[in-house]
């Protein structure tokens, strides 16, 4: 009786070994990442986790598997970053801008896992579909909270959902773009996006600047 449980035993302590050794891998992968920037290669990541590419591949099936495994785990951390501040209780504008922050902030924080993550996956289309699913995540939140808000106004609250994936899709874009090109600040990138959200496009009384 003993020799069977010791039997069954082993495959789950193997399977816990390997997920073990799985998480190793991908901590490895991202920190390479991080170091030497969004063109890293597979055999850089590789390297990294101190194995070859056919082993890295073997724990996460292939390149795809990795680069999806990759972007998991940078999505999770992105929604809790972004939606954390949902809950505060603040004024619509101050929710808006601390969101629009915690956005931009994170993307600032880690620019080259980023790049990483965008780029792989942009060219997949399940990779699109990732990115996809991680907007519809963030934005049906985003739309929990607007709606709420609407209600206590007496306003309707049918405008939540259209408001929040427009919000969500607006700040996406414009940290793609700002990534690349940080001709400004993050303050004032913040501050314009903002600015256009909560006030549209008019541009307010002459001399006046957006939100910091």
Known sequence: ???????????????????????????????????????????????????????????????DGLI????????AD???????????????????????????????RDPNLYRFMVQNLSQRREGLNQITSLIDLIAKQVALVVGERLRQAGQDSGAAVPWAYGIVGLVHQAGDWWVDDQTMSRDTLVGYLVSLLWDGLDPGPAGSTPDA
């Open 1 to 63: 009786m003993s020799g069977d449980r010791t039997r069954s035993s082993r495959p789950v302590e193997r399977d816990d070994r390997r997920a073990e050794r799985r998480t190793q891998l991908l901590d490895a992968a991202v920190t390479a990442i991080r170091e030497q920037g969004a063109g890293a290669t597979m055999e850089q990541l590789a390297k990294a986790g101190g194995v070859t590419k056919p082993i890295l591949y073997r724990h996460f099936g292939d390149r």
């Open 78 to 108: 992105l929604l809790t970053s972004v939606t954390t501040p949902l809950g505060a209780d603040a004024t619509g504008r101050e929710l808006l801008h601390s969101t629009v922050d915690s956005y931009v902030a994170f993307i600032e």
């Open 68 to 75: 999806s495994a990759i972007a998991e785990s940078f999505s």
